[in-house]
């Protein structure tokens, strides 16, 4: 791939600034922001509570929503002078329903899932951001969200490993794995220049980089 990649998506586990890294890539490039939606869903607060009785609506809820704004993605979006920019990938959405559905929960959503999948398109290049998990949980309630107090720390380090455990595997296009545990986005510009520089010029394969 010579040219910048067109629609890039930021991953990784809760806490670990998805967001914001979306948020600052978008306005460098100019591109179009898409952003998850984790407070629109009205039973997560419930799920983080009890997660075995509310886990399928909470995941049918995340996997419509994110199905409709990857749709919304036209050409005129993707080849348009900045592109698109997204803070989630779709095919993670599997990656939570691996962790919390039962067996027969599971086969009922593969079904949904595999006849939504082929009708989004492919991100050019991913942003796969790690951290250990004490600094997630300390991001976690350093944020404050409501929906998110009762997460448990063994609920975030489950997710993590699984994210770790998905991206080992992809194989989709371009891959940039990014340690975030010692990177401040928020207060540092510095460390948002080193950054960028590197997601700019990621072109294809699996690559890493670690803040010296």
């Known amino acids: 791939m010579n040219e910048r990649p067109r629609y890039i ?4 586990p809760i806490g670990v600034g998805k ?16 952003r998850e939606q984790p407070d629109d869903n009205p039973f997560l607060t419930a799920f983080y509570k009890d997660p075995r009785r ?5 995941q049918l809820f995340y996997l419509l929503q994110r199905y409709q704004q990857q749709g919304d993605l036209g050409q005129g979006d993707l ?8 803070d989630y990938l779709f095919a ?18 593969e079904r949904i899932y595999q006849m939504l ?7 050019d290049l991913v942003v796969y951001l790690q951290a250990r998990t004490p600094v997630l949980l300390d991001r976690i309630r350093r944020r404050g969200r409501a929906a998110e107090r009762p997460i448990r720390a063994e609920y975030v380090e489950d997710v993590a490993r699984a994210y770790a455990a998905f991206f080992f595997n992809y194989n989709e296009g371009p891959l940039l794995i990014v340690d975030a545990s010692e990177i401040d986005l928020v207060t540092n510009s510095e460390h948002w220049a080193e950054l960028s520089a590197v997601i700019r010029r990621t072109r294809a ?4 980089w670690t803040r010296r």
């Open 54 to 58: 509310h886990a399928m609506s909470t």
């Open 19 to 34: 967001s914001t890294v979306a948020e600052l890539l978008a306005s460098e490039l100019g591109a179009r922001l898409v």
């Open 92 to 109: 993670k959405d599997r990656l939570f329903a691996s962790l919390t559905l039962s067996n027969d929960e599971m086969a009922l959503y």
């Open 117 to 123: 999948r082929p009708r989004v398109a492919t991100p």
């Open 9 to 12: 998506a930021v991953e990784g």
């Open 79 to 86: 080849f348009a002078p900045g592109g698109v920019v997204a």
């Open 205 to 208: 394969g699996v690559n890493h």
